[in-house]
């Protein structure tokens, strides 16, 4: 039997990504999300938290990721949890808990903030003309009732 290990979460950049290189060249890249939930008591009272997830990227998304992304930024990140440890200079055995992500999507159109940085309009994008190609396909298909299921 398979086993599932994935995570989806769509939340901002709590700081500017880290993009690092091991000595073979491969890139690495780590940021931290910031979800939010909000809820209301038995009594009444609104309450907030908000989780924060360690972020890791390989390879050529970690260099998408630390050339795209800034802190404030809203994303979706899928990938797969991971869990390891490692000992501190003093020996202390360290736990870390970390989604390591195989897709990114930037949900807003333009950063946060003072930046000069620059992200085409969706509009512009090789995966927003997909999507509305996609789309007219769609609009343009001939609903008959042998379609409808039920």
């Not at 039997?1 to 769509?10: A, P």
């Not at 939340?11 to 999300?33: H, M, Q, W």
């Not at 998304?61 to 869990?83: D, F, H, M, Q, T």
């Not at 870390?96 to 195989?102: D, Q």
């Amino acid at each position: 039997m398979k086993s599932l290990n994935k995570v989806q979460l769509i939340g901002n950049l709590t700081r500017d990504p880290e993009l690092k290189y091991t000595p073979t060249g491969t890139a690495i890249c780590s940021f931290t999300v910031a979800t939010n939930r909000s809820w209301t008591t038995d009594t009444g009272e609104k309450k907030e938290e908000a989780d924060f997830t360690r972020i890791v990227a390989w390879q050529k998304l970690a260099e998408i990721c630390g050339n795209l992304l800034k802190k404030g930024r809203k994303v979706y990140v899928e990938g797969r949890l991971s869990n390891r440890s490692y000992q501190d200079k003093d020996g202390v055995t360290k736990y870390i808990s970390e989604v390591v992500i195989n897709d990114m999507i930037l949900l807003d159109s333009k950063p946060t903030g003072d930046s000069d940085f620059n992200v085409p309009e969706p509009t512009e994008s090789p995966v927003a003309e997909e999507v509305e190609k996609k789309e007219k396909v769609k609009e343009e298909e001939e609903v008959t009732a042998d379609d409808i299921p039920f």
